[in-house]
Structure formats: C-alpha cells, structure tokens
C-alpha cells in the first residue's frame, strides 16, 4: 500500500507564486509516473501536470510556461512549482502516483490552493 501526503497549498494573491509537494510512502512498491491533478468546485478533477520516472513531462495547456513539475525518485517525492497563479487556478490539489510494476494508481487526501485578492 502506497500513501501519498501532499503539502504546500495555502492563499495566494494573483500573480504569486506557489510549490506543492507531495510525498510517496509504503512499503514493496516502485512508483512510476507521478502527477498533479486538480478539481476546482463545480467541476470535475483534471490533470495538471505529470512527469514519468525518466523525467519527461507534461502540463495541461492552461499552466504551461507557469508550472514547472519535477520529482525525486530516490526519495519517491514530487513537486509542482507554481508561479503567476491566477484565479483559475483555485482549485484542490491531488498528487497522483502509479506503480510502475503494476498500475494500481493512487491518490493524497489533496491540498487546497486559493487565489485571491
């Protein structure tokens, strides 16, 4: 069993900067692809940013060139680097992590980013 513990979510005014960091603990696994979702209320959840084992990576178009996802493998941990939030990006934030043996996926109970004047 894998647990994920996300932290690092809080207000931001728009224009701010914010990293979130999600941290894989457990016992026999191999994490693979890791990631950030989000679900912002009255919407469903989406995927923000991901990166593979090997380190490549991808972003939904609204955070591309404002995000930045990286991760520390031996220390089974991701971040998400967020700068010039805006208002849309209010959201709860869910770090995600997959087995890399067998795909089971997993999820943290997420932390809540607010931009906000």
């Known amino acids: 069993q894998v647990q994920l513990v996300e932290s690092g979510g809080g207000l931001v005014q728009p224009g701010g900067s914010l990293r979130l960091s999600c941290a894989a603990s457990?016992?026999?696994?191999?994490?693979?692809?890791m990631g950030w979702y989000r679900q912002a209320p009255g919407k469903e959840r989406e995927l923000v940013a991901q990166i593979t084992r090997g380190g490549i990576t991808s972003y939904a178009d609204s955070v591309k060139g404002r995000f930045t996802i990286s991760r520390d493998n031996a220390k089974n941990t991701v971040l998400l680097q967020m700068n010039n939030l805006n208002t849309g990006d209010t959201a709860l934030y869910y770090c995600?992590?997959?087995?890399?043996?067998?795909?089971?996926?997993?999820w943290g109970k997420g932390t809540l980013v607010t931009v906000s004047s």
């Open positions: 457990g016992v026999g696994f191999t994490i693979g692809t």
């Open positions: 995600n992590a997959r087995d890399y043996f067998v795909g089971t996926n997993y």
